[in-house]
């Protein structure tokens, strides 16, 4: 690791320059927050005719240049500071623009998510780039476990640009195990005192303390309860500068009457505020909370540190109340980069299947690699390295392997001796209702609850603890009439009858049991009509154990205000909630219990009708012969289809019984060559069925696409069900599908009936 040593409060450009080397991704720990590492870079020199490129991961970053960008270019040119505009011209990409045009700037500043929407025009200036900057890199690492867009961003960042161009990722708090190429040192840092508490309720009164004495007090947290329990205790009101996730506005808009003030000596803040957004109070008074035990308010030191540095004229004092994670947590793992290794270098085990829930808990560790029709792993080192921080960080506080982190960073602890106490709220409906309307002016402005807000079907088996259907049931009623109550917030909202149906199956413990009896037997009916006895038994149990969650979630999905199903991608098939019950049962909910018609465009004999296409053949009529008799025994045939290693038939008798079988299918002899040539010996016995699924992704996509016509259909909704498409309440004439003819695939006919 390569140690520059800096002097100054901020960056020059020279030691900025210095950090940048020819055809290497470089990563920098520039140590101290807001030192002018990304403004050094908007002020280097362009070199004529070239461009350079940098990259946040939030929005909130972007803004905030481009802020201080443009108070510059209103500046004469004989303020003390030095001013962009004497340098370069600065462009941002962020939202929704279609702005591809590039030619009228020396430096472009993108969102993560812009950049890569502009990929195509970024694609037709790369010969011209120096220099690319990925800033604020802790959090594109810490974002890529929830934002895909974000994962193995910095490999794809460098494979878009030639091998001569000059890469930095940088960061004030670095994942700590994670490389280091360049640590900027500096010898002048003011040292920082966090003292380090338990105790939320006696940490809360400290805070009101504080704003009872007139002090500026800055507030981090990601809990609703927390602020509730910060607010008045007689009309539960508070008035403070909310620099929040819509997310957490929405949780405490439902508590307290909110009465945001730009000038207000109270600030709160959640994660979302850790960058892109600079506190101007002087000695201001630093609170910041975290639950180890729960998720969504777990963070690192990293973000500590982060959090205390929005404070640009300094931190008089810091508070850290942090509660333990619980006695009963468990790592997933012994040794994580030793299984992930592992997993990923099994070939026992085909990709498609280690992409499936049996091997879910190494999801999250592990990058899919599309090449063309095949996939393949590799190990999410972020990811593995995430975990391991998480990990260390679960010991008791301060950890030992923070202390060099802190140490470079001129930080001290001191703990405050108290027990560790937690506080408990709960959201009571009526209240919700009321404060909701409270706040309507606030939610309008920050439009935090849209007119197209989006119900989210999650599995509250887990999280509540449900056994019962009843349990189930009631669980599910709670959530979709909280996001009624949301969506309603300003009393103008009607529910949907397909809304105003599910409100009144789940909150009739009776009729949802009905329901799910209704369905369970469907099921079963339509498995013992397809599938051997023992076969169908196995299903039929495995569909028990999750039925009352299942039905609860399909009802879920048709309150939405679009009927859909959440992805679950396997490899190149969605196993969505949709394909977790029969046609007949997906048919029964949609028709007999919501009213909504529903049509299905499945391809015509799939599987055989994608093999001959692939031969560049048509399948022939009557394929499968009067009544289709030989449907079934061809689809079993081919799902089992290669060579049996554990057979006593040899290899080569096993060949021409394969031969045998496929004429007397009365298989193509081009078709059963290539399925012979490629698949007899394949590895896995799912590899055919795979490199079938693949044009059947393909397949399905494009007419998807097309149906949606960039949002001008008329219907209530769409989805996957493997190699079909199902249309809901569908009002436009979709005759032209069966004319379609897959681009993958043209000059062939007859995909869809």
């Known amino acids: 690791m390569k140690i520059i040593k800096s002097h100054n409060k901020y960056l020059t450009p020279e030691i900025v320059e210095e950090c940048f080397i020819k055809g290497v991704l470089t990563s920098v720990d520039k140590v101290v927050c807001g030192n002018g590492f990304s403004t050094g870079f908007l002020n280097l020199k362009v070199r004529r005719n070239r461009m350079m490129i940098m990259i946040a991961p939030n929005r909130a970053v972007v803004e905030e240049k481009e802020q ?38 020396d430096i472009l500043v993108f969102v993560a998510d812009s950049f890569i929407m502009r990929g195509d025009a970024v694609s037709q200036i790369t010969h011209r780039i120096d220099k690319v900057l ?34 930095v990722s940088v960061t004030a708090s670095p994942i700590l195990l994670n490389r280091v190429d360049i640590k900027i040192q500096n010898n002048n840092i003011p040292a920082q005192l966090i003292n380090h508490s338990k105790d939320r309720k006696e940490t809360i009164d400290r805070i009101r303390y504080d704003i009872n004495q007139g002090e500026n007090v800055v507030l981090f947290t990601n809990n609703a309860g927390v602020i509730y329990n910060l607010s008045d205790k007689h009309d539960r009101s508070l008035e403070a500068k909310f620099v929040v996730g819509t997310n957490l506005f929405n949780g405490i808009g439902k508590k307290v009457d909110l009465i945001h003030n730009d000038r207000s000596k109270l600030t709160v803040v959640s994660s979302r505020g850790f960058e892109g957004f600079d506190i101007t109070y002087k000695d201001a008074r630093v609170y910041f909370f975290e639950d180890r035990s729960s998720g969504y308010e777990s963070f690192s030191i990293g973000n500590l540190y982060q959090a205390i540095n929005r404070c640009r004229k300094g931190a008089g004092y810091v508070e850290y109340c942090r509660q333990e994670v619980s006695d009963k947590h468990r790592s997933d793992f012994k040794d994580i980069k030793k299984e992930v290794y592992t997993f990923i270098s099994d070939t026992n085990i085909s990709t498609e299947k280690k992409l499936s829930s049996a091997y879910k808990k190494f999801k999250p560790y592990v990058i899919k690699v599309r090449k063309g029709k095949d996939i393949s792993l590799k190990a999410n080192r972020i990811s593995i390295n995430l975990y391991l921080e998480q990990q260390m960080y679960n010991l008791q506080f301060p950890q030992q392997g923070i202390l060099q982190f802190a140490k470079d960073r001129n930080i001290t602890f001191n703990k405050i001796e108290t027990m560790s106490k937690r506080i408990r709220t709960k959201t009571d409906r009526e209240m919700a209702i009321h404060y909701l309307f409270t706040n309507k002016d606030e939610i309008d402005k920050r439009n935090s609850i849209p007119e197209d807000y989006f119900l989210n079907v999650n599995n509250l088996w887990a999280k509540d603890s449900v056994e019962t259907t009843e349990q189930i049931a009631k669980a599910y009623w709670k959530e979709l009439d909280m996001f009624l109550i949301e969506k309603n917030y300003a009393n103008d909202y009607t529910n949907t009858d397909r809304q105003n149906t599910a409100l009144d199956i789940l909150g009739n413990p009776l009729a949802f049991q009905e329901l799910c009896d209704h369905i369970l037997e469907m099921f079963i009916q339509s498995k013992i009509d397809k599938h051997s006895r023992s076969k169908a038994k196995k299903k039929i149990d495995d569909f028990k154990k999750y039925l009352p969650t299942t ?19 396997v490899a190149w098939r969605d196993y969505n909630l949709a394909t977790k019950i029969g046609i007949s049962q997906l048919t029964e909910l949609s028709e007999t219990i919501f009213q909504t018609k529903l049509n299905e465009y499945d391809i015509a004999s799939c599987y055989p009708r994608i093999m001959y296409a692939i031969n560049g053949k048509n399948l022939p009529d009557n394929f499968y012969g009067g009544d289709k008799k030989n449907k079934v025994a061809m689809n079993v045939y081919f799902n089992q289809f290669g060579y049996d290693e554990t057979a006593r038939t040899s290899k080569k008798d096993q060949k021409k ?10 298989i193509d002899e081009d078709v059963a060559t290539w399925l012979i040539d490629n698949f007899f010996e394949s590895k ?65 006919i007859g995909w869809f009936k």
Request: some cysteine.
């Open 551 to 569: 039905v609860a979630q399909l009802l879920m999905s048709f309150s939405r205000d679009t009927i859909s199903f959440d992805a679950n991608q």
């Open 657 to 666: 019984n394969v031969k045998r079988k496929l004429k007397s299918f009365n």
């Open 68 to 105: 201080g960008y443009l108070e510059d270019l209103n500046r004469p040119l004989s303020h003390k500071d030095k001013v962009y505009h004497s340098q370069n011209r600065i462009k941002f990409f962020y939202g929704d623009s279609f702005d591809d045009n590039f030619d009228d700037a």
């Open 684 to 748: 896995h016995r799912g590899d055919l069925f795979n490199h079938i699924a693949y044009y059947e992704e393909q397949i399905i996509s494009e007419l998807m696409k097309l149906i949606y016509d960039d949002g001008n259909c008329k219907n209530q909704g769409m989805t996957r069900r493997h190699d079909s498409i199902i249309v809901f309440g569908n009002e436009d004439n979709l005759g032209y599908i069966s004319d379609f003819v897959p681009r993958i695939f043209p000059n062939t």
């Open 134 to 167: 990925l800033d604020e890199i802790h959090s594109t690492h810490q974002q890529s476990l929830y934002r895909n867009i974000l994962v193995d961003f910095e490999n794809r960042v460098v494979n878009r640009f030639p091998e001569n161009v000059a890469l």
